[in-house]
């Protein structure tokens, strides 16, 4: 199936415990499944780009509540033959999402004074995302302690 | 120095770390293993997958592209089919499981078999 790339830029990440509530724009970057779609991530990778030593933990969590009115940033295809992708990101909303409280699916820690992480998961053995109503639609990849900036990519497959 | 320890360090001064994941299969949860661990991890026989340490993984064969599925079909219900409890509980109504059996769970009478079957009179 179809798979594509989200990136979101240089963006400085918030502390987000869980069941932080209506997530500041610009602090978080997600991706969210439609009524029609399905999506299993493929790819996590989070770049490291503060200018002194920050030790990141991000993770990657399902939402208790998904953001209202969200600011869709249409994933590009990895192969340009393949269709528009159903699925969406976005890292700004209208009123943000609020993260699960419950186990996280991946956290991920680092020092974001350049360093680097990308998780593959093997064939089979990524997450999933579905039909868009909370919290199976839609995933959050943030911060739970450390404000280093970072660059984040999450490349899907869709179903 | 990491090779003994299952990792690689392709960069050797450089910092370059692999590590092996992998996703328990109930949960979803991605799991780094530790090199150090000697203890063994959970297997589930009807997933044939190694599952992660939360004790109702651990217990019970909750697959997570059954809960996929029911997710799929079932969306209008708001029902959390993919989000797991601290334990790795289902935090979802359990009748939704019944929709995807063929025999709902008590549908089915048990059988008996007469062992005096055959008996002579």
Known sequence: MAQYGTAASGWTPVAHADAASALANNSYHAIRTTAASTLRVTEVFIGGEATSSTVNRMSLRRLSTNAATPTNVAPGPLNPLSAASVSQSYVAATTGPTIASTSHLMNLAFNSFGGVIRVVPAPGEEVWATASTAPNGELVLDSISGTGVVSTEVVFEEM | ?121
């Open chain 2, 1 to 121: 120095m990491f090779e003994d320890r299952g990792l690689t360090d392709h960069g050797q001064r450089l910092g370059i770390l692999e590590s092996a994941l992998y996703t328990c299969p109930h949960c979803n949860r991605v799991i780094a293993k530790n090199p150090q661990r000697t203890r063994p991890r959970g297997y589930c026989a009807k997933c044939n997958r190694t599952v992660c340490d939360l004790p109702v993984c651990n217990s019970d064969c909750n697959p997570i592209l059954r809960d996929v599925s029911l997710a799929q079909r079932f969306p209008e219900t708001g029902q959390p089919f993919l989000l797991r409890g601290p334990q790795g509980e289902l935090l979802y109504d359990l009748k939704f499981q019944d929709k995807e059996r063929i025999y709902p769970s008590g549908s089915i009478r048990n059988s008996s078999v007469r062992l005096d079957a055959g008996s002579s009179r």
